[in-house]
């Protein structure tokens, strides 16, 4: 079964910036990887998918519905973890959460936390936080209401190592539960590590796929000399 179904996608940006035909599925429990340099189209991608910004050609179905249309619809089954996204800074830890669960109609167990060890921050305000304290955070919200999708971009920032393999476990559970996740990473190792199959983009359209990523360095080492 596929989660999501793109075919064609292209979009122009303000700043002039294209994502040009893009193809991409995503199967039920499976991760698949989208790499590419900064810049190359891996946000702008994402936020076509979600519905955040909306395609300008191109067929696009996320759980079976048109996300720039149903994006309400589709919220309690999708989970997202944007770039350099912080909680509202007004915010305590506590608050951002019960914000977070009566959007999604669903409680925070407190497991989550204590599992990502932030529950003695959580009535602090965001701001005064550290930064891999705030990723944490974010990483709760986007899979606490156990979606059966979830959009990463560069999920691993300013945390530790340890949590780093913390939040790794998170991702492989969620594909263990039949879960799919895009996953947009600039780390090759990392899509070697979780991905089931890759794409690369490059100024805004795909210029590789790969259908076995156990050998990711050397396939770019070679694409590089071609």
Request: hydrophobic share 35%; proline share 4%.
């Amino acid at each position: 079964m596929s989660f999501v179904s793109a075919e064609g996608l292209g979009k122009t940006r303000s700043n002039g910036f294209k994502l040009k035909d893009i193809d991409l599925e995503i199967k039920e429990g499976e991760i698949v990887g989208v790499l590419g340099p900064n810049g190359a189209g891996k946000s702008t991608l994402m936020d076509v998918l979600t519905g955040q910004l909306r395609r300008d050609k191109g067929d696009l179905q996320v759980l079976g519905k048109e996300p720039s249309n149903e994006a309400i619809a589709l919220r309690s089954e999708i989970g997202i973890l944007p770039e350099r996204e912080d909680p509202p800074s007004f915010l305590t830890g506590h608050e951002y959460l019960d914000f977070v669960s009566d959007i999604r109609e669903e409680k925070v167990d407190d497991s989550w936390s204590e599992r990502l060890n932030i529950t003695g921050k959580l009535g602090q305000l965001t701001k005064d936080i550290s930064k891999g304290e705030r990723q944490k955070l974010m990483v709760i919200q986007a899979f606490f209401h156990r979606p059966k999708l979830v959009f990463i971009d560069e999920p691993l920032a300013n945390l530790d190592p340890l949590v780093q393999e913390e939040v790794k476990n998170i991702f492989r559970e969620h594909r263990e539960r039949g879960g799919s996740m895009l996953l947009c990473t600039h780390v090759i190792g990392l899509a070697e590590e979780l991905c089931d199959r890759a794409i690369f983009i490059e100024n805004g359209e795909v210029v590789e796929s790969f259908e076995d990523v156990s050998d990711l360095k050397n396939k770019f080492i070679e694409m590089k000399e071609q």
